[in-house]
């Protein structure tokens, strides 16, 4: 079932157009990662999906996005419920540096007004337990967020960002600060968080997405060339273009 439905969607930054005519449907449950060449618009076009674009000067979304049946740009709807019914995850971990490890986990949760500590205790198990990160963290919660490591912390965002149980994730290259090892938990983690929510994932490592995703976009100039299965993606592509890249003869 669509959960997500993009239809022409045009960005521009001033006079230039970063992303051209970009239409896809998402489905519930999945992994769908984005590819291409540094400067291609994955991550312009990944932004706009929950209106972060309304923060960049000069930055315009043409087109629509629609989640759930509702457009995401529509004047009626506030934008900050839009990023919390799709959450993201930045490139670099970046937990609230003065709170503890429970109060980043459940700082969206105080946001919208909820009180009850039993509540707030049993969204913070669920939510770690989801990022693979409770066993780590059960006996310093009360602790500094900015104790823990480069993938723990990665891995605090990840629960931060499931707590108010988003309909979807957007991750910008989230393991791309990360050594090996964290990845490799991260990775390990995707197919798990598809059971709570569907996930878009800009990835400049296309072994993570043949690993980790069920469908791939490949990106070049703005355009997107290509989208499909992606084992298909991988090993028998339609387009050159999106041969060349998988290849590596390019980018
Ligand atoms: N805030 C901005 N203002 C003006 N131009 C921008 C801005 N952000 C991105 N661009 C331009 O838009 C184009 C697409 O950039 P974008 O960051 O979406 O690419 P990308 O595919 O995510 O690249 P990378 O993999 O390097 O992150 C690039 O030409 C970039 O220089």
Not at 45 to 60: K, S, Y
Not at 136 to 156: F, H, I
Not at 185 to 197: A, W
Request: with cysteine.
């Amino acid at each position: 079932m669509t959960i997500l439905q993009t239809k022409n969607v045009n960005i521009y930054y001033g006079e230039k157009q970063a992303v051209k005519s970009v239409s896809m449907d998402i489905t519930r449950g999945t992994v769908n990662a984005l590819i291409g060449p540094s400067g291609c618009g994955k991550t312009t076009f990944l932004r706009a999906l929950n209106r972060m674009h309304d923060l960049t000067p000069g930055a315009r979304v043409e087109g629509d996005i629609i989640l759930d049946g509702q457009n995401v740009y529509s004047g009626d709807i506030d934008p900050v419920v839009i990023r919390r019914r799709i959450g993201m995850v930045f490139q670099k971990p970046n937990p609230f540096p003065t709170m503890s490890i429970f109060e980043n986990v459940t700082s969206g949760l105080k946001l919208v007004g909820v009180r009850d500590q039993r509540t707030l205790m049993e969204v913070a198990e669920r939510s770690l337990r989801q990022a693979a990160l409770w066993d780590e963290v059960k006996d310093r919660l009360k602790t500094p967020a900015t104790g823990l490591s480069g993938g723990q912390q990665q891995r605090l965002c990840i629960a931060r960002a499931l707590a108010v149980e988003p309909e979807i994730l957007l991750m910008d290259e989230p393991t791309s600060a990360l050594d090996p090892q964290s990845t490799a938990r991260i990775e390990d983690l995707m197919g798990d968080l598809k059971k709570v929510t569907t996930i878009i994932i800009v990835t400049h490592n296309m072994q993570q997405a043949a690993r980790v995703s069920d469908t791939t976009s490949f990106f070049l100039n703005g355009d997107m060339v290509e989208r499909g299965a992606t084992s298909d993606i991988f090993t028998s592509p339609r387009d050159e273009r999106t041969e060349a890249y998988v290849t590596g003869r390019f980018g």
